[in-house]
């Protein structure tokens, strides 16, 4: 029975026919290709290249002449003196560029000593206080509680100039006005 299909089946019995058809259809698309015989081989199997001619020993001399990796020496001195100026430029720029100053915002809580404190007189007190890198900013008065009111006052100080201790330290100085100074807030710019 499986002979019978076999015998209506065509295909594995004209397979030339097919090859044929598919080498006539790919030489159509892409032209006939040089050295093509009528044998019956698929034109999806790889042509070997053509055999190539024996190189005489004058052309092999020419290609032994081209250092393809080898270094000229003049052009390593220029790249060098190219990297040397190149850096040189590089610290030049660098030196010019001002350094990055570490600042902080601080919002200090000034608490006087009793509700008959004159906070006019205390704000002028806290800033009459003058450093290098110190900079004040805005204040505002916060009541406590029993009539009793604290200032508010924003700073911005340079890290490396002016530390907290230092600060509240010269505010507190002044007594007669200055119960204590917290910090409310404290952050980095």
């Known amino acids: 029975m499986a002979t019978n299909f076999l015998v209506h089946e065509k295909i594995w019995f004209d397979k030339f026919k097919y090859d044929d058809a598919e080498r006539r259809f790919y030489e159509q698309m892409n032209g006939p290709v040089a050295g093509s015989s009528r044998q019956h081989v698929s034109p999806m199997r790889q042509a070997e290249p053509p055999a190539r001619k024996a190189a005489t020993a004058a052309e092999d001399d020419e290609d032994d002449a081209i250092d393809l990796f080898g270094s000229d020496e003049e052009e390593d001195k220029e790249a ?4 040397e100026e190149r850096l040189r430029q590089y610290a030049e720029k660098k030196a010019r560029k001002p350094e990055l100053v570490a600042k902080s915002s601080i919002l200090l809580d000034v608490k006087p000593w009793d509700d008959e404190t004159d906070m006019a007189q205390l704000e002028a007190c806290v800033r009459s206080v003058q450093l290098d890198g110190l900079t004040w900013g805005g204040s505002k008065l916060v009541p406590v509680g029993y009539g009793i ?23 507190t100085k002044f007594e007669e006005h200055v119960q204590s100074v917290d910090i409310a807030a404290f952050n980095k710019i």
Do not use: F
């Open 80 to 83: 060098a003196r190219l990297r």
């Open 149 to 171: 009111r604290k200032l508010q006052i924003q700073c911005v100080v340079e890290d490396d100039k002016v530390g907290t201790d230092l600060l509240e330290e010269e505010i």
